[in-house]
């Protein structure tokens, strides 16, 4: 089995591997020890010292934080524990009108001249750089839709066989968007 050493991983990552070395790895099974070196590129690569547990998307990462484990932006923003949407906490720009979704997308489209629209696209963004994290496509109304909640201790105990310290925490792999969405519930609630 082939092992890449962290120069070739980071090139990997930055889109600077040729060809034949690409292809080489895609075409080859992957190197036992792939994810670890994959997580030591990314941990030289951002600026604060919280460990990567595992990388969420482009620039975000759930990262152990005391005994917390929580979603992190490259920049250093955090947007609170992994099991609730980061989503949630993220600044939101709705394309919801001709007007807005003919800006990014050109082209015909099911409900246009003052038919009902069946579909808006909403785009996440950083709150503390600014990036473009996320772009969703749902119906109006639909949820935040939440992409990956992965069950971080099977995936360090079973597959690489280094559990995680669960800390004070019972039970992990839980989604707990809807205690944030029940808050606000309760918040609009008490306003009235
Ligand atoms: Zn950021």
């Known amino acids: 089995m082939p092992t890449y050493s962290e120069d070739e991983i980071r090139d990997l990552i930055e889109g600077k591997l040729s060809w034949e070395m690409l292809k080489r790895m895609m075409s080859s099974p992957k190197d036992s020890d792939r994810f670890e070196t994959y997580v030591a590129v990314l941990q030289k690569r951002v600026s ?8 969420l998307a482009e620039h975000l990462y759930i990262v152990q934080k005391g005994e917390s484990r929580v979603v992190k932006c490259d920049c250093g923003h955090e947007f609170g524990d992994y099991r609730q949407n980061w989503k949630l906490e993220a600044l939101i720009n709705v394309r919801d009108t001709d007007a ?6 050109i082209g015909p489209r099911v409900g246009e001249n003052g038919g009902s629209r ?11 750089c600014g990036l473009q994290l996320e772009v969703e496509a749902v119906p109006p109304g639909y949820h935040a839709l939440f992409d990956f909640l992965p069950d971080l201790d099977a995936f ?9 310290p669960s800390g004070t925490e019972k039970e992990w792999f839980v989604d707990k968007t ?6 606000w519930a309760n918040e609009l609630k008490s306003s009235k």
């Open 118 to 128: 069946r579909t808006e696209l909403r785009e996440y963004y950083c709150p503390g």
């Open 156 to 164: 360090y105990a079973r597959w690489l066989e280094k559990p995680l």
């Open 178 to 183: 809807y205690e944030v969405t029940s808050e």
């Open 100 to 105: 807005k979704l003919g800006e990014v997308y």
């Open 48 to 55: 604060w010292q919280d460990r990567i547990l595992l990388p």
